[in-house]
């Protein structure tokens, strides 16, 4: 049996496009969607090593700034730590040649910065304090120059108590003790 030439190319040429549509058509469309898939897949790596990168060097910038952290973590400490701001408070007032007479905890508050990300806690003392002007001066300066955040809100002064000249002072070069009220407000979280 001899088939026609072109008959036998048009059979060839429909087996070929059969085969072609069933056989490499939908694995042409598994490939083209893999690829696809393979395209978002990579997308998300690269996303993710961007942030993790991201994460890295920020880590390195943290741990080479360590003593700025510290000294933040200080200046605004996890907890108030009462008893360390009382010494605080009595040490710096002797060395600067006050003596505090009482201290009261005036309030202690909590203020939301925002709802997730915690609070900040408001403490606010109230400072007896009994000494000169110049002595006054030098214990806000030192609460100034602290490495806790200390803010004073009101000063109040009394009346002299005394006057005593210190030694090698004339009669008029006296030194008037007065009664001194701070209110001070330092935070924490």
Known sequence: MIIDRPIAIALIIFII???VFFGVAPE???FKSLQSDLGIKKAEFNAKYDYYAAITKAYADLRAREDDIAKIDNALPASPELGQLVYYFQKTAAENGIIVKDLFLSKSSVSNLKENEGSVKEISFSLDLLGDYFSLG???LSLEK???LFEITNISF???SST????????FQT??????NLQIKTHSY
């Open 146 to 148: 602290s490495s806790r």
């Open 138 to 140: 030098n214990f806000m």
């Open 164 to 171: 005593q000249a210190a030694p090698g002072q004339s009669q």
């Open 158 to 160: 009394g009346s002299s």
């Open 28 to 30: 042409y469309r598994v």
């Open 175 to 180: 030194q008037q003790i007065s009664n001194f």
């Open 17 to 19: 496009l059969l085969v």
